[in-house]
């Protein structure tokens, strides 16, 4: 199995409840929102107990893989007490536009801003994948005066990635602002 | 520091059993314990994941009535003794914990004695409390039978071993689509002879010995008859038995408050009628003072003294519900529609009976987690 791209990486291979959960809501607290946590257990418990304390805290659970009894819990530190923040890039797309487009075969750049572990888990069928994080130092993989569209999971991502990609004079950007949250069009994994 | 203590499923089986007060916390996550948990009369029990109690453990203690003995439940045990533990530091005193947590519950067999018989033998149910599975040994002049055996067949050995007797038979009502049957297993291990209904087992990968109407079956120097009555329904080879002109014994058929559902082989429209056949003509033939031992019970209110399931025939004619549907076609609906979910993997458990898949351990203990559901009233 392929490697994810993550921040963390959590091994609980043998750990019985309840210390997978234990020790990945103390990993979670250390790291920085919007980090990405990989966890290993064995443990079969660990799947709905980490879902549902995933829910529970308002962190977000990205996807699970299974490999030779190994777990692979894929978890994006959320927080929840975060004000939601203002968007500033005026060009957006809607849904129906990106789908009307798709449906028609019209060639799309989109970029999917979100991390690694998030687009391996769905993302739009021919989205390319840039974290924003990333996004400063790989620019020169796109084309100033092409047109992009970029999306993240609730459209905060892709807002500032709209932004950075403006100020260095790409003329055709628009955020696909209703995230992947709201995409309910084909989808591609890995 | 204060100290827990660690319960058995044997002896939270008895509290229940006895009608003790009971007050139970249980950690595991809300869909697993929204599927299935400990059940009894005198049972008050709540649910707080251990996962919501690493922040603030606060809402555990408020929820424990002062004075009151509690007992800490779980998946398998470890979560139930994180949380005793922190309970039992906070002051609070007769903290115990599930040993063996859930998987020990659903696996554990209470032997519970039915009657002596004629010819000097008895009869046992053995109660699985926690998945409502029932099971019958019938002991004889040192020989024994067991009837609809689960997978746990260490308990069944244990016992016969303290009685000093000689496995003879074991012997599947019918094909189980809820639970692993421990009939074949065990009949190897002791060279006995393992019986099923040929229709049921057309698919099955092993020998065996075919249970047929008119072929009786005997334990302890032919003094105990078990009389195959050919009874489908719940599947198409089920059968039922009477032992001693007393007891009949109707597999996942007739319960003492329900009725076998006919779809865990997919033939539900199909066997609708053999089942309407067998409970309204095939069992009303029969003598109404034969007590029915089912393979089954749904509710722990269908527990009686001692924790038997059981209930005269003529007496289930006027109380079960599923027995009092005179319209066909409303007995129709009522066995094809709105059933309850189905049993937990039940297609993999078919399987596994034909012999067709091996699981290991493990895997068959995580195949039968969570309540049976045979019934049609079951929800």
Request: glycine residues 8%.
């Amino acid at each position: 199995m392929t490697n994810l791209l993550v921040n963390r990486t959590l091994e609980c291979e043998g750990l019985a409840c309840p210390l997978p959960v234990v020790r990945t809501k103390k990993t979670v607290e250390e790291m920085q929102t919007g980090e990405v946590l990989e966890v290993r257990a064995t443990d079969k418990g660990s799947v709905a107990d980490l879902q549902s304390w995933a829910k529970r805290t308002g962190h977000q659970y990205i996807g699970l893989k299974e490999d030779n009894g190994v777990f692979r819990h894929y978890i994006r530190k959320s927080d929840p007490t975060e004000i939601k923040e203002e968007r500033k890039f005026p060009h957006l797309i809607a849904h129906e536009e990106i789908q009307k487009k798709l449906s028609a075969g019209e060639k799309m750049n989109i970029v999917d801003v979100r991390e690694p572990a998030e687009y391996a888990f769905g993302r739009i069928p021919g989205a390319v994948s840039i974290p924003l994080g990333e996004l400063e130092g790989r620019m020169r993989e796109l084309d100033p005066e092409q047109e992009y569209y970029l999306i993240c999971r609730s459209g905060n991502r892709s807002d500032i990635a709209c932004q950075t990609l403006a100020e260095n004079d790409f003329k055709y950007v628009k955020n696909a602002v209703q995230g992947m949250t709201e995409w309910t069009g084909e989808v591609e994994k890995d | 520091m204060m100290t827990i203590q660690k319960m058995t499923a044997k002896e939270v089986t008895k509290m229940v059993l006895n009608n003790e007060e009971l007050f139970i916390l249980d950690v595991r996550n809300e869909s697993d314990f929204n599927d299935w948990r400990i059940e009894g009369n005198s049972v008050e029990i709540i649910n707080i994941p251990y996962f919501d109690l690493l922040d603030d453990f606060n809402p555990a203690l408020e929820s424990i009535p002062d004075g009151k003995s509690v007992l800490v439940v779980c998946a398998k045990e470890g979560s139930s003794i994180f949380v005793a533990e922190q309970i039992a530091e906070a002051g609070r005193s007769h903290v115990s914990y599930l040993e063996g947590g859930m998987k020990s519950w659903s696996e554990y067999l209470e032997p519970v004695k039915v009657a002596d018989l004629s010819g000097g033998g008895e009869l046992y149910q053995f109660v699985r409390i926690g998945k409502g599975c029932l099971s019958y040994m019938v002991l004889s002049n040192g020989e024994a039978a067991i009837i609809d055996t689960s997978r746990m067949i260490d308990q069944y050995e244990q016992f016969m071993q303290e009685k000093g007797a000689k496995l003879l038979h074991t012997i599947d009502t019918h094909l189980h689509a809820d639970h692993i049957s421990g009939g074949r297993a065990l009949a190897q291990k002791y060279g006995a002879t393992y019986y099923l209904p040929p229709k049921d087992a057309t698919e099955v990968t092993f020998d065996y010995e075919k249970l047929e109407e008119g072929k009786d079956i005997y334990v302890g120097n032919e003094t105990i008859k078990v009389q195959p009555i050919y009874s489908p329904g719940h599947t198409i080879g089920s059968t039922s038995f009477i032992i001693d002109s007393k007891y009949l014994l109707t597999g996942d058929i007739l319960f003492v408050e329900s009725i076998g559902r006919p779809d865990l082989a997919g033939l539900a429209e199909d066997w609708v009628g053999d089942l309407r056949e067998t409970l309204y003509s095939r069992y009303r033939d029969l003598a109404e003072e034969l007590i029915v031992l089912p393979a089954h019970f749904g509710k722990v209110t269908e527990l009686g003294e001692r924790g038997l399931v059981s209930g005269r025939l003529g007496a289930l004619y006027k109380e079960n519900p599923g027995l009092n549907i005179q319209d066909e076609g409303e007995f129709r609906k009522t066995v094809t529609e709105n059933l309850p979910p189905q049993p937990n993997s039940y297609q993999e458990i078919r399987q596994t009976n034909m012999g067709k898949i091996t699981p290991n351990e493990e895997e068959q203990r995580e195949m039968e987690i969570g309540p049976n559901r045979c019934a049609v009233h079951d929800k």
